[in-house]
């Protein structure tokens, strides 16, 4: 197997301040993220984070998870996940 880097948005110490770098040195008219409930950054810490640097608004929407086997032990046990689209316009 290949040597593999772990990106910092795959990793829950550094997501957060990854994301705010991303969006502060953003150059944008619009910025769109797609982000569910199970995401190593909850939705507190996106609105925080984008409220910063724009006007902020929130759609959300709810679908049914897709489970691929039925394992009891899985981590997420939850029949429905919520989808978020966060809209920043600057």
Wanted: with cysteine; hydrophobic share 30%; glycine share 2%.
């Amino acid at each position: 197997m290949r040597e593999y880097e772990r990106s910092k948005y795959c990793k829950k110490n550094e997501v957060e301040t990854a994301f705010e770098e991303l969006i502060k040195n953003a150059d944008f008219e619009f910025i769109f993220l797609s982000y569910n409930n199970e995401g190593l950054m909850n939705l507190e810490t996106i609105k925080r984070i984008m409220n910063k640097y724009g006007s902020y608004s929130l759609e959300k929407t709810e679908y049914q998870r897709f489970k691929a086997d039925k394992d009891i032990n899985r981590e997420h046990k939850a029949n429905a996940t919520m989808e978020y689209l966060h809209i920043l316009k600057r």
